[in-house]
Antibody, heavy 121, light 108 residues
Framework: QVQLVESGGGVVQPGMSLRLSCAASGFTFSTYVMHWVRQAPGKGLEWVAVIWDDGSNKYNADSVKGRFTISRDNSKNTLYLELNSLRVEDTAVYYC??????????????WGRGTLVTVSS | SSELTQDPAVSVALGQTVRITCQGDSLRNYYGNWYQQKPGQAPVLVIYSKKNRPSGIPDRFSGSSSGITASLTITGAQAEDEADYYCNSRDSSGNHWVFGGGTKLTVL
């Protein structure tokens, strides 16, 4: 079954850290670019980070630069997001998403169900 | 990074046609994609690369693009189409991705 399953969310205090995981199955994980996208309560989708299929390139949104780190372990079919120096405004559901490509266009063709991160004192 | 602009809310009578639009400079270089999200659920891709429908998406959903505007059209809207719709593309740098603010579609 083709799916992505996120885990690792929870309630943390401001300034603390958390690591999210995304387990992939049903497709050749090591050949796909992967992303994290988040959604604050009642708000829209916000792209967070991307990592190339071989891990050679990574980019973050400006809002998380220097605090969040995306990584992957292709031997374990797992994507990660390390969240450091968490802020209240980082409270959101975090989704991992698989990228597909058509010519020069890129789109997210598979999403996980998300994991909720709540940052609160 | 670029921004994508969507109308916050749109309504349509049952069975009628509705167009949801998305504007942004990055759409000069990249075709837009569209996602449907219902409450409590993950987003689902409904249109990719301007006008392509994934398997399982009804043909009442269609996409188009002109200049800096991408459009999602639902022809004969159904009650189950009531949802939030988001456009997205890569930004002008090519190394970031952006989403529109979302459009809440109400089917009357």
């Amino acid at each position: 079954q083709v799916q992505l399953v996120e885990s690792g969310g929870g309630v943390v205090q401001p300034g603390m850290s958390l690591r999210l995981s995304c387990a992939a199955s049903g497709f050749t994980f090591s050949t796909y670019v992967m992303h994290w996208v988040r959604q604050a309560p009642g708000k829209g989708l916000e792209w967070v980070a991307v990592i190339w299929d071989d891990g050679s390139n990574k980019y973050n949104a400006d809002s998380v630069k220097g605090r969040f780190t995306i990584s992957r372990d292709n031997s374990k079919n797992t994507l990660y997001l390390e969240l450091n120096s968490l802020r209240v405004e980082d409270t959101a559901v975090y989704y991992c998403a698989k990228e597909a490509r058509l010519g020069i266009d890129w789109y997210f063709d598979l999403w996980g169900r998300g994991t909720l991160v709540t940052v609160s004192s | 990074s670029s921004e994508l602009t969507q109308d916050p809310a749109v309504s349509v009578a049952l069975g009628q046609t509705v167009r949801i639009t998305c504007q942004g400079d990055s759409l000069r270089n990249y075709y837009g994609n569209w996602y449907q999200q219902k409450p409590g659920q993950a987003p689902v891709l409904v249109i990719y690369s301007k006008k392509n429908r994934p398997s399982g998406i009804p043909d009442r959903f269609s996409g188009s693009s002109s200049g800096i505007t991408a459009s999602l059209t639902i022809t004969g809207a159904q009650a189950e189409d009531e949802a939030d719709y988001y456009c997205n593309s890569r930004d002008s740098s090519g190394n970031h991705w952006v989403f529109g603010g979302g459009t809440k579609l109400t089917v009357l």
